[in-house]
């Protein structure tokens, strides 16, 4: 990293992180998780070499990507692939999110993502979703009426 001339301290590029979101399970591709800004330095211009990027995830995955939202402004958001699953999947992702300007300035800030549980229907599998005419025992309705009924 790139230090600037004002007393040895780095000015940074990512402005907003780091920081820490939370969204829900089951969001679909395109659900904008947080949005941040690149700011720009005398000496770039505010131009930005290298946008924003995911260099790295904890756990690795592919669920997020960035996407520009404006003049040095940028948007994290999920990619669908996979679908976070809060039952099945890791319930935090630290991003890694790295940038560079024109000047050779460069900046790595982490957002930490959260998954919050939705409360689903449920969904039954294998020979339970196939049942027909059968009632929540298993056993055809007319069986199941008599059993709950007092003799």
Not at 6 to 18: A, F, V
Not at 36 to 43: A, D, Q, R, Y
Not at 78 to 105: H, S, W
Request: charged fraction near 20%.
């Amino acid at each position: 990293q790139r230090w600037s001339g004002k007393g040895g301290r780095r000015t940074p590029l990512l402005r907003g992180l780091p920081t820490t979101r939370t969204i829900e399970e089951n969001a679909p591709a395109g659900v904008s998780i947080y949005t941040f800004n690149v700011t720009g330095s005398p000496l770039s211009s505010g131009v930005v070499a290298i946008h924003p990027t995911i260099v790295n995830s904890n756990p690795l995955t592919e669920a997020f990507a960035i996407v520009p939202a404006g003049d040095l402004v940028y948007r994290v958001v999920t990619t669908g692939n996979p679908i976070l699953d809060y039952e099945t999947m890791p319930k935090c992702f630290d991003l890694q999110i790295f940038v560079e300007d024109t000047a050779g300035r460069t900046d790595l800030k982490t957002l930490t993502v959260q998954v919050a549980d939705k409360n689903e229907r449920p969904v039954f599998w294998g020979n339970m979703a196939t049942q027909k005419n059968k009632g929540s025992t298993g056993f055809p309705r007319n069986k199941a009426q008599e059993l709950l009924l007092p003799i």
